[in-house]
């Protein structure tokens, strides 16, 4: 039975794939989260790891408080990239493939078309700049690993925009809305089926040799403003939406005005069907209000 450890269980992602994981018999899962394996410490996870023939990490864990994270740099770097480090040592001296997930906001936002996984990146905040450098430890300490970038994740669980805006949406009449940052919305369950049909791929596949950078979200491309009115709309509320500029809503970071991923290459290595980000919407919600 292939072992599969799932670092920082309890965010977003890792409840997702913890969601789909009941399906695979064929997959045994370990999840974990800070309490019970805290990646920060190298120690920790050489002795979780010990004689349980773990044969991928993914790695769910960060800190991705994008505003909080340009006053706690430090402490940002420390999940962002040295634990990761931590993880890609761990992952190497025990022939474990590490799938690492990695974000848009590594970019600058100076393209106006989708960005491709050579492309140079260029982060405009601590948060990008600390994934980048956690990208950076994987590839260099670990071969076999995949590095999935995605964006503007959204899902049942945690803090993210649809549930910020679902909430604001019953409290508030109107709401200003960025229009000048354009990317597209990811739906945590979305990935959470890619990261598993990629793990089965590599695990089928005893010459599997693309090991690397992907890069993953929803198809289609809008503002956060778009993706606020869809759910608005969606769940029909009757807050009005206005469209405003990045300059008119106060916030610590920077973000990229553009940070579409051109999805291609994970398409075709691992034969997978995205859907688009407006379809997926629906289904989050009715998961949340039911
Ligand atoms: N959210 C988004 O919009 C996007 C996220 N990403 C990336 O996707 C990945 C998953 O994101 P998401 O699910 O939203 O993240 P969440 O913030 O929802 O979850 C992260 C989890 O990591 C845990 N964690 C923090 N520190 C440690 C540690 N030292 N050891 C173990 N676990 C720890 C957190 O615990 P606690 O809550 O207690 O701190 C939390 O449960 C991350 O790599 C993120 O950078 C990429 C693009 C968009
Ligand atoms: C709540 C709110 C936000 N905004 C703006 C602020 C910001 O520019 C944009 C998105 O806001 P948020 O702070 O919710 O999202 P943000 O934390 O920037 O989301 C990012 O999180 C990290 C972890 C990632 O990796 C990114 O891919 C991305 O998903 O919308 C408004 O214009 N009006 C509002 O009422």
Same mark, same amino acid.
């Given at each position: 039975?292939?072992?599969?450890? *799932?670092?920082?269980?309890?965010?977003?992602?890792?409840?997702?794939?913890?969601?789909?994981?009941?399906?695979?018999?064929?997959?045994?899962?370990?999840?974990?989260?800070?309490?019970?394996?805290? *990646?920060?410490?190298?120690?920790?996870?050489?002795?979780?790891?010990?004689?349980?023939?773990?044969?991928?990490?993914? %790695?769910?864990?960060?800190?991705?408080?994008?505003?909080?994270?340009?006053?706690?740099?430090?402490?940002?770097?420390?999940?962002?990239?040295?634990?990761?480090?931590?993880?890609?040592?761990?992952?190497?001296?025990?022939?474990?493939?590490?799938?690492?997930?990695?974000? +848009?906001?590594?970019?600058?936002? +100076?393209?106006?078309?989708?960005?491709?996984?050579?492309?140079?990146?260029?982060?405009?905040?601590?948060?990008?700049?600390?994934?980048?450098?956690?990208?950076?430890?994987?590839?260099?300490?670990?071969?076999?690993?995949?590095?999935?970038?995605?964006?503007?994740?959204?899902?049942?669980?945690?803090?993210? &925009?649809?549930?910020? !805006?679902?909430?604001?949406?019953?409290?508030?009449?109107?709401?200003?809305?960025?229009?000048?940052?354009?990317?597209?919305?990811?739906?945590?369950?979305?990935?959470?089926?890619?990261?598993?049909? *990629?793990?089965?791929?590599?695990?089928?596949?005893?010459? &599997?040799?693309?090991?690397?950078?992907?890069?993953?979200?929803?198809?289609?491309?809008?503002?956060?403003?778009?993706?606020?009115?869809? *759910?608005?709309?969606?769940?029909?509320?009757?807050?009005?939406? %206005?469209?405003?500029?990045? !300059?008119?809503?106060?916030?610590?970071?920077?973000?990229?005005?553009?940070?579409?991923?051109?999805?291609?290459?994970?398409?075709?290595?691992?034969?997978?069907?995205?859907?688009?980000?407006?379809?997926?919407?629906?289904?989050?919600?009715?998961?949340?209000?039911?």
């Amino acid at each position: 039975m292939t072992k599969i450890l *799932i670092t920082g269980s309890k965010g977003q992602l890792g409840t997702e794939i913890k969601e789909l994981s009941a399906k695979f018999s064929n997959l045994q899962f370990f999840f974990t989260d800070i309490e019970e394996l805290d *990646i920060s410490s190298l120690d920790a996870i050489s002795n979780y790891l010990k004689d349980k023939q773990i044969s991928y990490i993914v %790695n769910c864990a960060a800190y991705t408080n994008v505003d909080q994270a340009e006053e706690n740099e430090d402490a940002a770097r420390l999940i962002n990239a040295d634990a990761v480090k931590n993880l890609a040592t761990a992952a190497s001296q025990n022939n474990i493939t590490l799938i690492h997930i990695s974000t +848009d906001y590594v970019f600058s936002g +100076d393209n106006s078309t989708p960005y491709t996984e050579d492309q140079k990146a260029k982060p405009m905040g601590v948060y990008g700049r600390t994934k980048f450098e956690g990208e950076e430890n994987v590839r260099s300490t670990c071969k076999k690993h995949i590095i999935i970038r995605t964006s503007w994740l959204y899902s049942p669980f945690g803090k993210n &925009f649809l549930k910020t !805006m679902l909430r604001l949406g019953k409290e508030k009449d109107s709401l200003g809305v960025v229009s000048d940052q354009i990317g597209t919305p990811t739906y945590a369950h979305d990935l959470a089926s890619a990261i598993i049909r *990629i793990i089965e791929s590599i695990d089928k596949n005893s010459k &599997f040799n693309d090991f690397g950078t992907y890069h993953y979200s929803n198809e289609g491309v809008c503002s956060w403003y778009d993706f606020a009115t869809e *759910i608005q709309n969606t769940s029909k509320n009757k807050c009005k939406i %206005n469209s405003i500029e990045s !300059m008119d809503f106060q916030c610590l970071a920077k973000r990229p005005h553009y940070s579409v991923l051109n999805k291609s290459k994970i398409k075709h290595i691992f034969t997978i069907e995205i859907p688009h980000w407006r379809s997926r919407i629906e289904h989050c919600i009715k998961r949340i209000t039911e």
